[in-house]
């Protein structure tokens, strides 16, 4: 059998009704008491977990826990997170009778309060005391539940909480999975949406499940490979094979890089991000699937698409879904409506330039915790071009995507499809200067991109 | 009527297809885009279609994309909202 042909046969197992069958004997008690409510009860018990581990981990870079008064605070902290969350839910399934402003615009509401919230904690003095502590580990907690609460505000606008439990929408809020502030899965209609209803369902989602546990243990395992290989890493045991290629990181504020390790490095440091960003999207969303939520994979071969629309689906699903759902759809539906290239425009400026670095933003301690502009100022101008440029990128692919629709067409050769593939890796690559986590200031990261062309 | 719709919806579904994969059979409660049929991209064409063919308000109703990956959900949207 050719190579291609078993790798394809291998990656759909999960769906050969024979290992389906086989899977299901096999695991076939097990399976029938693995009752969808349970499956959920289990992520609940688990959610109260996390509800209680996930504040306390947030905030402990930037408040101080090992203080006396750190362990009332940690309590304040975790209650006050469980009270916005208890509150949200109680907007959702009752948001008929909610004011009509917070009807109209409930997500802007959402993040209204939680800025209030911020505002106070930059106005109150940096003090001792419980209370002072709680303020500051609150407004780092939020972020992690701020997107998810969106979800529930969602799902209430869309008259979906009322019939809900509130310990299935704890699955999402406190995610036993795993997750990031983007919610893997989203919240619980579309969790739902996606759920085995019967044991043969259950199978199918398990083994994807599986497989993606599989391919995130051997994209770990490549990950491994390169630190030491690659990058010298002096904890790989191949560290003393490696090349010692600098982190791009390392090399955006250095001068006199090469120009050929220059882009080396952009080239390898997109391949080390989309791996890692498949392994641990694999871990989560396998898990997801272990407990019968079959829903999209978070990272689809993003290094073979063809256009960069299209790596910005495949890349990081999950983060783009909530750019397009809380950004991008509201505007589109609102902003020139007359005008249609105007219209995605604005709605992609929106989504990916506007609500991605307000995104970022909600990520970094040091602006939330205490507005540092001279740590945010930099950062802010570098980010803010990456989410320009960004928007540019992906609109204009759009449109030329568009452009192609319509007429049922061959498809494109080998040839191509490479060419095409290559420019977007290298569209991606040459984005990743400014939004590499580094201390390179706006001027070094563009050095550094103009050296590439023999720009000193 | 709803065959009227769904003849008018196909018509339009096909000329924003993706140029390698043509839309011929497909079931009405398909999702085209786990069919790999439409993308996210299609989405904004058939809301724009929705607006300007059966006046749907999206600003008033909200949107769920959801909603839209299967010409039944569309199907079942344009007699919910549908003004045309």
Redesign the interface.
Known sequence: MPVGLLVRRLGQLHEDPAVVARWQAWMGPALARLTPRRRRSLLALGALYVAVRQPLREMVPGVGLAEPDGPVAAALIVLGCFLAVVAVYAAASRFASLPAAVRSRPQVALHAAFWALVTVAWVVPDGRGPGALALSGLVLALPFLLWRMGYLLMSG??GRVAGSRFGDHLLYLYPAYGGTNTPYGKGL??LS?HEAATDEALARSQLAGLKLLILAAIYNGLLALMAGLVYGDARSAWSRYGLGLPRLEQMLPASGTSWATAWTALYVTLLWDVLKLAARGHEIIGVLRLFGFNVFRNTYKPLLAPSI??FW?RYYYYFKELL??FFF??T???RF?RS?RLR?FA?TLAAAGFGNLYYHLLQRDDFVLSLEPATVGPWLLSRGFYCLALSLGIYLS?RR??S????????PSALTRVRRIAGVWTFFALLSIWAEDSVAGFGQRLSFFLALFGVR | MRDAHRARLLEFL???????Q?LDAVAETDSLIEAGLI????L??I??FL?EQYRID??ET?????QLTSVSGILDLIEREGRA
Do not use: C, W
């Open positions: 606008q869309r209609d579309h949406r629309v299209e689906n397009v759902e759809f509201p589109y539906v609102r409506r249609p995605i709605a759009m995507e568009q192609r629709r319509g007429a049922a067409a061959p498809p | 096909r000329t924003i297809q993706k140029p390698d043509p993308d996210s991209l299609a904004l064409e809301v724009a607006e999206f600003a909200g949107l769920e994309p959801d």
